[in-house]
């Protein structure tokens, strides 16, 4: 050890040692995070940069020997051999290469050792070659001892930097690879020279310029920088491009590709984030849910760029009213969730209105003016919720709760009103789960002549006995379907079993079913009716499908188009619950209809009621005058009978013929005689009988509307 550190104290430039030591420490560096990013990639890819990375070890290591070279002091005129130090050079890259390949390419535990000894073998014998190429006049002799030392002190300590540098890219690994890379190169090369014994022999009057060797010294020092320098600039232009599409990357990944605002992924880490804050000692937030009313008209209109660019404007007003103290995200379609801080709920009542001013603000969209409304609900954390799954569902709540209100668009987590609407909107689960298992019933409701009572057909009606609650009025989960979406499911559910159940009859009997004004939305209604009839195997003319004219109201031109269709398969279209409503005398003009079903509300009071008997006297004559015939529904008296009977209608259903029944109890009806259900009992007491017929205890139960 002290001969080495005589060797260079008193035998080299100290001055082009230091440049040396700077160039190999630089070019350490350089060649360790090219390897390094070699390794973190595949393929063609992997080889380039390891090319890269044997380019500047070449360089770093060829310059670092070269300077170190001339600054010895040999005390004898030297020359370099040009040949034998442009292969020095080569064998350098090559070697580099071929060890950084192995260790970078091969993935196992052991290559990035035996890489790291190919690497320091080639440092080794690049420099025995430079020093072959080193001409002096004088004779040479080698100490062995120093020389094997060299060659092991190259392989084991670069073996050693290449390991370090492929298992860990913590700072301090770096700065020890780095290390240990300038120590392998420094150590070759000074254990190398002390080995070097030169005995100068003048032969001739030639001499070393001292002045151009330290020109040349740095001359190399300049241009291994540059080589290095170019090296290291790839690899800190591609760092510097990775992380920007990083960037990138984070911000597509947590943000809203269309409106820039946080997307729903960023929104629930915000969430969580907020949520822990305020269980460790933070102020409360409020989760705030917004959906927008009337968007979809926005799509259905002008089509989905035309949405886009709604979103676009809507997005920027929210985050131009934004104070800095909202965390705005859009969470879906067109839905957006805040998460802002409460003072007071007055306080954040202010803001929200403020905010949905600006949403609701008409705008100017390809030349049209647009608006939207906005439906806000919110609940706070921990007031009103102490779990994260509780204050999202509160939020849905008050929002429901919102959209479902005329009157107040933000409404805040209330525990007794949202009850109700918790309550609803598991019944809608239920139901849903009720049509995936089989859980609902077709019921049949028998519709007879007047004259005599004979049956003339049937009119289904949906039943549901839910396992935990019992029976459920339909009155009450219609609605419920509409609301959810599960009305165009629920009503070709009841289509294809009322059909299929009365075509299994094998009879000529007619069946009705009842068309919700939801069902229309259907984008093939007739398609789906005529696919039903097929499938099922009923004749056309034996399904008659009711209607109310509310569902005409909503979209006049396409509905009847659509009626016009389902009428061509053959199917009667009957007119429900006229009298009430709009039962307006247009809707019966622009479409021929079979039949008009008079409402049970006017049965009630037609014993006692003039104006009750005259109104059903005049839709009587208006059937007559326009060839429809009337049904009359919700008859429960044999006295309501015999006055419908004097006033001419020719048919009617209620209880008085008896109440809604499975189909079992229809097929047994059915199996000897189809008049079976003529209800003889009734026609007794037509005939002069005084006794009444018991009515039912229950309410008329309305069928699938």
Known sequence: MFSVVNCITTQHNIWLVLVAALVCVSGSWAVLRLFSRGRSVNGAEAVGWQFLAATAAGASIWS????????????????????????????????????????????????PAVGGALVGLSIAIMHYTGMLAYVAQGTVDWDMRFLIASIFLAVTITSAAIQIASRDYSAASKIISVGLLTLAIVSLHFTGMTAFKLTPIFIDDSYSNPAALQAMALAIALLSVIIV????????????????????????????????????????????AQIELVNNGGAKFALVAIDLDRFKEINDIKGHSAGDEALKILAQ???????????????????????????????????????????????????????VGASFGACIFPDDAQERETLINNTDLALYRAKSEIGEKICFFDKKMDDTVRNKRQLAIDLRHALENNQLEVYYQVQTLVSDSSVIGYEALLRWQHPQRGFIPPVEFIPLAEESGLILQLGEWVLRAACSQCSSLGMNIRVAVNLSPVQFLHPNLPGLVADVLTDTGLRAENLELELTESAIIQDKERTLLQLQQIRKLGVTIALDDFGTGYSSLDTLRAFPFDKIKLDRSFMGEIESSKSARAIIRAVLALGRSLEIPVLAEGIETCDQLAILHAEGCESAQGYLFGRPAPFADIL?????????????????????????????????VHCLA
């Open 229 to 272: 320098g170019a090296v290291a600039a790839s690899y800190l232009i591609d760092n510097q491009n990775r992380v920007r599409s990083v960037s990138e990357l984070e911000h597509m990944a947590l943000n809203d590709v269309l409106t820039g605002l946080a997307n729903r992924a960023c929104f629930n880490d915000r969430l969580a």
């Open 64 to 111: 670092t020997h070269f300077i170190a070279i001339i600054a010895y002091h040999a005390g004898t005129p030297v020359t370099f051999d040009p040949v034998l130090t442009i292969i020095s050079l080569l064998i350098a890259m090559a070697g580099s290469f071929c060890g950084l390949m192995v260790a970078g390419m091969i993935r196992t535990s052991w290559s």
């Open 668 to 700: 047994s009806g059915h199996k000897d005689d189809p008049r079976a259900q003529a209800l003889p009992s009734v026609q007794k007491e037509m005939s002069g009988n005084k006794e009444r017929a018991m009515t039912a205890a229950a309410p008329p």
């Open 317 to 371: 007003r929210m985050r131009d009213a934004n104070d800095g103290t909202m965390f705005i995200a859009r969470t879906g379609g067109d839905e957006f969730s805040i998460i802002a801080p409460v003072a007071s709920r007055g306080e954040l009542r202010e803001a929200l209105l403020r905010l949905r001013a600006e949403i609701i603000r008409p705008f100017m969209l390809d030349g049209f003016h647009a608006s």
